[in-house]
């Protein structure tokens, strides 16, 4: 292994021209730590979003990426759980464990679990964050089980389509909003139900809902307050748009819930089982080499996730 890798960093904020391929040392792992040899690494909307305002990493010079899928290179003091060669993936600690972006990666070890033979690189690595996010809204928080009426809005996007399987596997009824060109993909997915957003308002025609797990913003927030019982929970990952229905949900007596996606070696076992099982099915909209990081980060290409590749399989 050298002693210096390649990894996409920027040193001021702004738009994909200021991401830049640079030289820097490999990381050593530290303590519980291990060190990862990049196959592939996702993109999310979080990376533009701090790419451009620091929102959660701070003033750069910074790498981004948090979603890693490749082969543990070394092991720290006390890692008893992998070794070199091992093929993981995971999803390096949110936020301030930022740095997938890079030919090399060091996290802590349980932040990783062995990746399924049933995904290759490519597919495992669009799994942790967005994965993550899904299974820590329905099952962890919402604590969606057999029978729970959920709406999932955005069923298409990175958290969405991962979310309609999720609430599916454990016996839900979904409901998907998508666009017109992404309803056959999510009912596809399994979703009982499809709404086109593009014609129809989804506060419009359904309504007694258990779950509405929220991805979009604007005004849906507010839309979803009204499709859900009392006693129901909307869960947003744009945690900052529910304050302006904070007092509504209280008066009708919905819980609301702002999601931020933690490290979790449990939820990533449980990731692992359901994709290893053929229950979780990652879609890839598109894939972009690592030097092609700012075209990633800006295009959106269709359903599912957008990953960068470092490694050909079986390199």
């Known amino acids: 292994m050298n002693d210096t890798m390649q990894a996409i960093s920027q040193d001021e904020l702004g738009g994909p021209e200021v991401l830049k391929s640079v030289t ?18 996702s993109v999310n909307p979080v990376d533009g979003m701090n790419r451009q305002t620091g929102m959660f990493v701070g003033k750069p010079p910074f790498v ?9 290179e070394a092991i720290g003091p006390g890692v ?7 093929a993981v993936f995971g ?26 033979d049933r995904l290759d690189h490519i597919h495992a690595a669009a799994v942790p964050l967005s994965g993550l996010t899904a299974w820590q809204a329905l099952v962890d928080t919402a604590r969606i089980g057999e029978g729970s009426r959920v709406l999932i809005n955005g069923a298409s996007g990175g958290v969405g389509h991962f979310a309609v399987q999720i609430a599916k596997d454990r016996g839900a009824h979904v409901i998907g909003v998508a666009s017109t060109a992404n309803t056959d993909f999510v009912r596809a997915l399994g979703a009982d139900e499809v709404i086109d957003y593009t014609t ?75 994709a290893a099982a053929g229950r979780l099915i990652p879609t890839i909209s598109a894939t972009y080499p690592l030097t092609q990081a700012g ?9 599912g996730k957008t990953v960068l590749t470092l490694v050909s399989e079986g390199a």
């Open 24 to 41: 820097v040392a490999v990381p050593e792992p530290g303590l519980g730590e291990i060190l990862v040899r990049v196959h592939a690494a």
């Open 64 to 72: 981004l990426g948090w979603d890693v899928s490749g082969t543990v």
């Open 80 to 86: 008893t759980i992998y070794q070199p060669g091992d």
């Open 91 to 116: 999803m390096l600690p949110f936020p301030h464990g930022h740095g997938a972006h890079a030919q090399y990666a060091v996290g802590p070890a349980r932040a990783f679990v062995p990746k399924p």
């Open 200 to 274: 129809t308002d989804f506060h419009r025609v359904v309504d007694n809902l258990d779950v509405v797990l929220e991805t979009v913003g604007g005004d849906s927030p507010a839309k979803a307050l009204d499709v859900l019982k009392p006693g129901g929970i909307l869960i947003s990952t744009l945690p900052p748009t529910l304050a302006a229905i904070a007092d509504d949900a209280r008066t009708r007596g919905i819980r609301l819930a702002g999601i931020f996606v933690e490290a979790d070696r449990l939820g990533m076992t449980a990731l692992a089982d359901l």
């Open 295 to 303: 075209i990633a980060q800006s295009t959106k290409s269709g359903p």
